[in-house]
């Protein structure tokens, strides 16, 4: 047990640093807090985060298991998954050409308890990056004398509060910078901040290894 809060420490500050980046996650939570406002934007938020729990749920039932034991296996997960993400970088680099890059708020936001739970449930089980955190990432800071599953399931949790944390200030932030937001040049500059991070994301991948 000792040895697991060592690495808590370390593994919230790659959680947080995770949720700053900007990506699908955050441009649907500010969209949902500027059209629908916080309540809409904090149900919303309570459906990203049981997304993640849910990812580390399925990691720690049977994913990581067979990653921990076989190699092969997880380096053709990390190499797969540090594909997409260049890739992913790439194509969110793309979208910076846009007049307001990949933060684009027009429309309605989802209202209602349910609807705005479901859409940040569903963005979450469909990020790329929840995915590749949960089942590569996750693991490697489970240390070796304590149960991986047990481990892996805490630590979603961990993270869950995490990214709950910090979305939720910037929920508070939104009234005040929403005039700020609303400028082109603030969501490209996202747009390419998010996509530098995906890369990042991508590097510090590729140099894992596993537990």
Do not use: C
Request: aromatic share 12%; charged share 10%; net charge positive.
């Amino acid at each position: 047990m000792i040895s697991f809060l060592k690495v808590l420490p370390a593994f919230i500050a790659t959680a947080y640093l995770l949720a700053l980046v900007p990506g699908q996650t955050v441009a649907m939570i500010l969209r949902q807090a500027i059209m629908g406002g916080p309540r809409t934007a904090y149900m919303t938020l309570l459906g990203t985060s049981s997304a993640l729990v849910v990812w580390g749920s399925a990691s720690a039932i049977g994913l990581s298991q067979i990653f921990a034991h076989s190699r092969t296996a997880y380096n053709l997960l990390k190499y797969t998954g540090v594909a997409y993400l260049v890739f992913l970088s790439l194509q969110t680099l793309w979208q910076a050409r846009k007049e307001y890059g990949r933060f684009d708020y027009e429309g309605a936001a989802k209202t209602g308890l349910g609807p705005a739970f479901r859409l940040g449930f569903l963005t979450n089980m469909t990020n790329v990056k929840a995915a590749v955190f949960a089942v590569a990432f996750i693991p490697a800071f489970v240390p070796a004398d304590f149960n991986l599953a047990l481990g892996i399931f805490i630590l979603s949790i961990v993270q869950a509060l995490t990214s709950a944390t910090w979305y939720s200030i910037v929920i508070s932030l939104v009234a005040r910078a929403s005039v700020v937001l609303a400028r082109p040049k603030v969501r490209r500059g996202l747009t390419v901040f998010s996509a530098a991070g995906i890369l990042f994301l991508a590097m510090t991948l590729l140099f894992t290894s596993p537990r």
